[in-house]
């Protein structure tokens, strides 16, 4: 209800907000000391952060492949590495991300797409096109099901009889309004069951419960997809890889499959065609990733066809022409049109054949008469022979080359680029041992949404460098400093390794695995399996965007702190990093605060959109969730900057180097003493303070006491410090 959002909502913003505040005032300070302390120590920490956010990327054996690769160049055997307990146990949890070209959408609907054989007749299709949608409307998830069997009379839509397409639409989780909402409805706490009127329907209200509308095994739309793939099992069909009507659609315009995955057979003939075609289908019914019902290979010879050769030498003897033969078979079997019936606004061809029993057999249509010119009528199997051939139901091509598809489908949890890897590699490794061979003129393709895959990780190369060599550019002409620029760049690493752990996190399955307030956490924040898309990369750009944030904040603060103080020794310049970092981890406090609340909306999102968003939100999240390191990382590489620039004990300064400051005026009471300040450099180096004198001067420079040992946490300004005292010493 409304009352528990608010408490939600009020106790996550207000949490986040809390802890914000206790690690600006107790914990920031104490912590920031100590890692400038221990600056090797920290320094540890974001490179573990590195390494994990690798390994969530690209899998543990890929990131720590350099381990055994060294064992074996010293002349160790790696084996006793990548078998050990410890290799196999954080390959097993750092498996690494599968890569798609885009997440599903959720159309709320499932196209399926069963094959019956080639020879089927129109009404033996018809037979199982609706006993399948009968099956299928049982189920008590399905809303909607409309089969369609052959096509329009169009080039565009080249569909055989042996093709189905059947539309499912199923019923959303929960009873939604028309805005997506869900509605409450009575319920009956001691029955525990919704409350019915008299004809049995649900009683809206509105301190009542949503009222789910899948049974309990049924959790995602995947369940009902397996439901329809088992209630749609019919003898003599194939079954169908998982479509979606939008999502078919683009993919057939794209490769001409219906199915996301497949490969394009092209070859010299059909037959041979047809024949690795089928080899292809064994061997990848065989890859463990792939879904072994769904693996089709088209059956592109065995159309059964009525074949009527003409025997010239025969019609010769009784002087007929081909073209006469032609026009009796014609008529007598396929029918000719002859004229148009006018009914009002509508138009009838009328057409003119044999009887359905005089032309439904071979021996009948033998005992077709042919009229010849002398009067006689001559049966036509006395003209030419008549028998059944095999043949194709469609000849398709590409590239000049006849070709045939072998359509695949991924089992659940896996992901389309990965699954496509492993039917090459498996493919390829029976080649090599000879199970698997192609004749010459044949090879094959992967084609599917594969090709977009490829298509944009090639777009990617490009555009994610030229976005990081931007945003470095930018920096540098913030900073004027590579190493200042370095400092904040490296804020980008480490929001980059956050994102990818979220991302790995998202597929654990004890990840937000608790309920607050009844509802499951995991199914608020939708967590599941995400995979690298564009959209998870577009968020990653988004991410390098606003991750260097804090960096420049903090950094453009130290720059002006370490300008005015000029320290001199390493406690004053840990010192004069501690007081920046104060001063500044309020905004990058803020900044972080605003980003993450922002971004709860969309992760917690449903219905349009959110099958986009919530990819493209989660690096981030994940990202700025854990930028609160780079207030540490980014003050400590600064203060061992400026910790190396100065000079070693027992060197000699330099001709520009400042000079000691002159002691402080002996005999001068404590409380006489004027504000506590920095030594000032050098007046060729730094303006000195102007504001006027007591004479009225306004453009004479104020001298002030300076005690010497001991610096300010700020230089205090002489317009809002009017207790700044003169000393004319």
């Not at 410890?86 to 949890?93: E, I």
């Not at 997440?103 to 609706?130: K, W």
């Not at 492993?422 to 090599?432: A, M, N, S, T």
Request: hydrophobic residues 40%; charged residues 20%; contains cysteine.
């Amino acid at each position: 209800g409304m009352m528990r959002n608010l408490i939600f909502a009020a106790a996550l913003i207000g949490g986040l907000l809390l802890f914000f505040q206790l690690f600006q005032r107790f914990l920031y300070e104490p912590i920031l000391r100590w890692c400038l302390r221990h600056k090797r120590l920290f320094l540890l920490l974001p490179l573990l952060v590195l390494l994990l956010g690798a390994s969530a990327w690209l899998g543990f054996s890929k990131t720590f492949s350099f381990v055994p690769w060294t064992a074996e160049r010293l002349g160790f055997d790696p084996n006793p590495i990548r078998q050990s307990r410890l290799w196999t146990s954080a390959d097993k949890l750092f498996p690494g991300l599968g890569k798609e070209f885009m997440p599903p959408l959720d159309e709320g609907s499932y196209l399926y797409m069963p094959t019956t054989m080639p020879h089927a007749s129109i009404g033996e299709a018809l037979n199982v096109l609706q006993l399948q949608n009968k099956l299928i409307a049982s189920i008590p998830e399905v809303d909607l099901v409309v089969g369609k069997l052959g096509r329009a009379d169009s080039p565009l839509d080249p569909a055989p009889i042996s093709m189905i397409e059947t539309v499912i639409s199923y019923k959303p989780e929960y009873v939604l309004d028309k805005d997506g909402h869900r509605i409450n409805f009575r319920y009956d706490e001691e029955k525990q069951k919704f409350a019915r009127d008299m004809k049995g329907e649900l009683i809206p209200d509105e301190n009542g419960r949503p009222f789910r509308q899948w049974r309990d095994h049924i959790q995602k739309p995947d369940d009902i997809w397996n439901e329809i793939t088992k209630a749609a099992e019919v003898p003599g069909t194939t079954s169908a890889p998982k479509l979606q009507p939008i999502a078919a659609r683009i993919v057939m315009l794209q490769s001409g499959m219906r199915a996301p995955m497949g490969i394009k057979v092209k070859g010299p003939d059909l037959k041979t065609i047809e024949r690795v075609a089928l080899d292809i289908e064994r061997f990848l019914k065989e890859v463990p990733s792939v879904e072994a019902s769904a693996v089709i290979a088209d059956r592109i010879v065995g159309k059964p066809y009525l074949e009527i050769d003409i025997n010239r030498d025969a019609i010769a003897r009784y002087g007929l022409h081909v073209r006469a033969v032609q026009d009796v078979i014609e008529v007598a079997i396929g029918g000719r049109r002859i004229t148009t019936t006018v009914e009002g606004r509508e138009r009838y061809p009328v057409r003119v054949r044999y009887q359905r029993e005089l032309r439904d057999e071979i021996e009948t249509i033998g005992k077709i008469l042919v009229p010849t010119p002398a009067g006689e009528q001559i049966p036509l199997q006395q003209l030419a022979k008549i028998r059944y051939v095999r043949g194709p139901q469609v000849i398709k091509s590409e590239d000049t080359f006849l070709i045939g598809y072998v359509l695949f489908d991924m089992k659940s949890g896996n992901a389309e680029v990965d699954v496509v890897e492993e039917c090459q590699r498996y493919l390829q490794q029976k080649i090599d041992s000879g199970e698997l061979v192609l004749p010459a003129g044949v090879s094959y393709t992967f084609a599917g949404t594969y090709e977009n895959q490829i298509r944009s990780q090639k777009t990617l190369m490009v555009v994610l460098p030229l976005a990081l060599f931007v945003i470095f550019l930018i920096l540098y002409f913030q900073f004027r400093s590579v190493s200042t620029t370095t400092l904040v760049f490296s804020g980008i690493a480490i929001a980059w390794a956050g994102g990818f752990l979220m991302l790995w996190a998202y597929a654990q399955p004890w990840f937000l695995d608790f309920e607050v307030l009844g509802t499951d956490i995991r199914s608020l924040f939708q967590v599941h399996s995400i995979n690298l898309s564009v959209a998870v990369w577009v968020g990653f750009l988004a991410l390098f965007g606003i991750a260097t944030d804090d960096g420049v904040v903090i950094a453009t603060y130290l720059d002006q702190s370490f300008s005015k103080r000029a320290p001199t020794t390493v406690q004053e310049v840990r010192e004069a990093t501690v007081a920046a970092g104060k001063r500044r981890v309020r905004p990058c406090l803020m900044t972080t605060a605003t980003t993450i609340l922002a971004l709860i909306p969309v992760l917690t999102s449903t219905g349009r959109g959110s099958d986009i968003m919530v990819p493209m939100a989660i690096p981030s999240f994940g990202g700025m969730t854990i930028a609160i390191m780079t207030m540490f990382v980014v003050p400590v590489l600064y203060c061992g900057i400026q910790e190396m620039k100065l000079p070693r004990k027992g060197e000699s300064r330099g001709p520009d180097s400042p000079e000691d400051p002159e002691p402080a005026p002996p005999g001068l009471p404590p409380e006489d003493e004027g504000p506590v300040l920095p030594v000032p450099p050098p007046e060729d180096e730094f303006p000195l303070l102007w504001g006027g004198t007591s004479e009225g001067d306004p453009f004479a420079p104020v001298t002030f006491i300076v005690s010497e040992g001991t610096v300010p946490e700020e230089l205090p300004d002489s317009e809002s410090s009017p207790e700044l005292r003169e000393d004319t010493s």
